[in-house]
């Protein structure tokens, strides 16, 4: 969009361009709308109205334009609304839906909306470019702003075809992923590109940037007693049958499972299989190290089912050869080498002929799973009597292993959990420890970006003062909730292992735990029907039970994980480790201290086969090596875009200036 009408119109070649290097997200059709201050491009995966919901969509009048990425489930609700209101449709879309719902009722329509989206929507005839992201951003939305324009796309490779865009890493968005694993909207991991927070909407009009959030993870302020009934569990499981129903039904191509051997994979895939009689097909990810593998409880799921079950194993070597398609389509450093063995889960399911599946993602963070939970509320207690050496013992009920640890590992993981005692009322005394332990990670970071990023402040400390009003009056529990949604669901598990690994291979993900209700009656619980004493998802299990076998509830929860500097320090791992990691290419980025970079591969390469790798080695290594991947494939080349000669073409063009 050009912000003031002395320019040129948006370069036509340019916007296809743009279209073309996301062909992975939409490859079925593309399309295109220009005028003489706007300019739209989109990439179509056909998932409903196969026939008739081509982009960019308008009103009737054509002064109203869209290109959308994502789905409204309630679409067909909705619809019904608005024409009662008088609005005439033509498609069966979801997308015309947000053009009538805008009309109607201007931005407060996004409050309605229950899914997960991304739109552009351009109003010709106010020329006002609005930009609107979910509430907690399962789709992308990026922006570059310059030299009197407003570039936005999915993903920064589109916007990287523009010659004007400079291509550099941002030292501030690397700190930030040395932080909390990924940056932290709107900040990304490139200087001058920025990312629509989730939540929000943004409006460019007469020279003026409007932009607030309509919505925000938010709990109770008011002390809650626990229900201890099945009263919770059925109403949780009433929402999570009718969101996955939705996500199900509201699709005009097949939609699949993953199953991963937990249960909450396990819950969705058993209510997909109620929501939609006929053949399920399940897909699972299997490792060859055992210490990984998730395989009995993954088939016993299956067999239970009757679905048709698929199955991919990821070896070290698969992980290692994926990793720079990986970061290619994640467009971040990432310090776990988890979404490279997800992205050949994807693989697989778009070689079986699928286009969606329905998973797991944000029951951890939304129902209280996630060990970091269990974990704070162990330091908190313990923080009452920091010299009890009773009180720490209830780590041993977390992890059994611990008690059998020598005692040497075992005071070392208790120093790791004392951290920061002495805090227990600091707003972020849950992730202290996991942010303090990433942030040491920056000691192999050049000087000249520790310089740059000291410039830009501590990036805890801003996410302190940006917190909400009310978040020191929620209990312990919602407080690290809003925390792990809000800078590890968001940024990372939603991008690097979610929509992105998906897409990839032309997949849609649909997330039944993020649907808006499920979400809202979440965070509406007592946090003790959440995390009751230290039973994590306690009223997910009370609503599983008699739905999915007792096996998969009660098993020790396994978090997802995958091997990670091991996979790139043995003779057989692929050339590309040592050509990015060589002094002189690391020293050429300027991202990081090339003799650090060096010892660190060194002792990776001698302790890949005792075992003795520690959790900072694993995750310094794969951090270092992502990022030097992104440098190469986004800094020193530009992003490739698909063929102009391949591809489906331009089957919608509205062309309304006669510039070349």
Known sequence: ??????????????????????????PDEFGLYRDDRAALGHARLSIIDLASGQQPLSNETGTLWVVFNGEIFNHVELREELAAKGHTFRTRSDTEVIVHAWEEWGDACLTRFNGQWAFALWDAERRALTLAR????VRPLHVHQSGGRVRFASEVKALFQDPDVTRAIDPAGLVETFTFWAPRAPRTLFEGVSELPPGSVRTYSDGTVREHAWWTPTF?????????????AERLLAALRNATRLRMLRAD???????????????????????EPGALHTFSLRFDDAEYDETPHQRLMAERLGSVHHEVVATRGDIARALPDV??????????????????????VAREGMKVVVTGEGADEFLGGY???REA?????????????????????????LARSPQASRAMSLRFWSRGLDRADAPTFSHDPRWSSAASLQRILSPAVRDAAAAAGDPVEALVRALPDDFARWDPLCRAQYLEITTLLSPYILSSQGDRVLMGHSVEGRFPFLDADVMALANALPPDDKLFVLDEKHVLKRAARGLIPDAIIHRPKQPSRAPDAVCFVDANAPSYVREVLAPDRVAAAGLFDPSLVQGLYDKCARRRDDGALSNADNMAFVGVLTTQLAYEAFVRARPACADERTG???????????AV
């Not at 979910?134 to 951003?137: I, K, P, S, T």
């Not at 002390?223 to 009934?229: I, L």
């Not at 290619?328 to 697989?348: K, Q």
């Open 134 to 137: 979910d509430r907690v951003g």
């Open 220 to 232: 109770s302020t008011e002390r809650q007693r626990a229900t201890h009934t099945d009263e919770s």
């Open 371 to 373: 060990d970091l939970f």
């Open 1 to 26: 969009m050009n912000l003031h009408g002395a320019l040129p119109p948006p370069p036509r070649a340019l916007i296809e361009r743009m279209v073309r290097a996301l062909r992975h997200r939409g």
């Open 253 to 275: 191509v097949p939609v699949g499972a993953y199953l991963s051997g937990g249960i909450d994979r396990a819950v969705v895939a058993t209510l997909a299989r109620e929501a």
């Open 377 to 401: 509320r162990v330091r908190r207690f313990w923080s009452r009597h920091p010299e009890s050496t009773l009180r720490p013992r209830l780590f041993d009920r977390l992890y059994p292993w």
């Open 327 to 348: 970061v290619l389509h994640t467009e971040r450093a990432l310090v776990r080498t988890g979404p490279a063995p997800l992205f050949l889960l994807s693989s697989l």
């Open 648 to 658: 489906p073409g331009f089957r919608t063009v509205i062309d309304r200036t006669s």
